[in-house]
């Protein structure tokens, strides 16, 4: 069986083709804003301009026919974007008289880390532009254990970079810098019961480089000050549930010195830590077509008139019946 999937919540357009074996394919077309953040309208029109063109190009290398399944990030995401991708699906599906289904996108980055590392039931630490979860299944249901209470990591990140003059995105920048940092600066540390905060961090981090503080100095003090937050509410969430897997999804999850502190507290409390291949961390087609291969064999299909977007879609709406 084989599933086409359309990822485009955001900044990433990506078409995957998957079997149950592998992924058959990915072409991508993201949208790098030419400055400033990621801005809705704009990524939108992006995807609509170029969407047409990036199915051709898949289709050139895969036959229509040979596809079962057509499925699209349904939410959460930026509605304008969540809508161009929507759109091109029902096409998809209507055109080649397949069966369409709308995913979630916290879930699609979950299963395929699941898939790509073999993890079991982890607690799953996700980091991404516009959502931070730690996130385990507890029976047919994932439940949300802890969150930020404001922004996402990644968008945290992007942020402080703009600041000091770097382009989007941030997070690899910032990265970089923080390994020729050399002090630590204390930074707001965040952590309210099982959730957690950035935005406050933010600013005081920019305040720092305001200050004639290094960027290097002020990417490695963020770094060390938000993952260790991000570490400890993923160790919680172990320790309450009783798991001994932790698995890393998201874009931010590409960071080695954030993978490198969770391996640490893996190691100590004798756990297994996950994370799968770079290219499957940040947003991409080949979770959505998984994630879809995966419901529908379960049974699952999303029919036209349930096909609108969800901007707010939360894992915990999604039942979980192949598990
Ligand atoms: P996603 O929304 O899952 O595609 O993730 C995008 C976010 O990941 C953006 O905010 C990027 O800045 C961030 N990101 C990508 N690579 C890295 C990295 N190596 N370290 C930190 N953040 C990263
Ligand atoms: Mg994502």
């Known amino acids: 069986m084989i599933s086409l999937g359309i990822e485009g919540t955001a900044w990433s357009l990506s078409i995957g083709v998957v079997d ?14 030419k400055e400033g953040g990621i801005h809705p309208r704009e990524a939108a029109q992006h995807h609509s301009e170029r969407i047409g063109k990036l199915v051709k190009s898949v289709f050139s290398k895969i036959e229509p026919d040979k596809i079962d399944v057509i499925s699209f990030s349904q939410g959460p995401g930026m509605g304008p974007c969540l809508r161009i991708v929507a759109t091109a699906a029902r096409v998809l599906s209507l055109k080649l008289e397949k069966p369409l289904i709308g995913v979630n996108h916290c879930l699609a980055h979950l299963e395929v880390g699941r898939w790509k590392t073999g993890a079991k039931n982890p607690v799953t630490l996700y980091v991404s532009g516009g959502n931070s979860q730690v996130i385990a299944r507890r029976g047919k249901r994932y439940r949300v254990f802890g969150e930020t209470l404001d922004i996402g990591i990644g968008n945290a990140l992007d942020k402080l970079a703009r600041h000091m003059g770097l382009k989007h995105p941030g997070g690899p920048k910032i990265e970089k810098l923080a390994r020729n940092g050399k002090r630590y600066y204390e930074l707001p540390y965040v952590v309210k019961g099982m959730d957690f905060s950035f935005s406050g961090m933010v600013t005081a981090a920019q305040k720092l480089f305001d200050n004639g503080i290094s960027k290097e100095d002020v990417a490695f003090s963020f770094q060390e000050t ?85 901007p707010d879609f939360r894992i915990e709406e999604v039942d979980v019946s192949w598990e």
């Open 226 to 310: 938000a993952f260790a937050m991000l570490a400890e509410v993923s160790e919680r969430a172990m320790a309450y549930l009783d798991r001994d897997e932790l698995l890393l999804v998201g874009g931010v999850g590409a960071n080695s010195r954030l993978k490198e502190m969770l391996e640490v507290m893996c190691k100590d409390r004798k756990a297994r830590f996950y994370s799968p291949p770079t290219e499957l961390m940040g947003d991409n087609g080949a979770m959505i077509a998984y994630l879809s291969l995966l419901m529908f064999k379960h049974g699952y299909v999303t029919e036209l008139k349930d096909s609108t977007v969800k």
């Open 20 to 33: 149950e074996k592998e992924v058959l394919l990915v072409e991508n077309d993201p949208y790098i804003p």
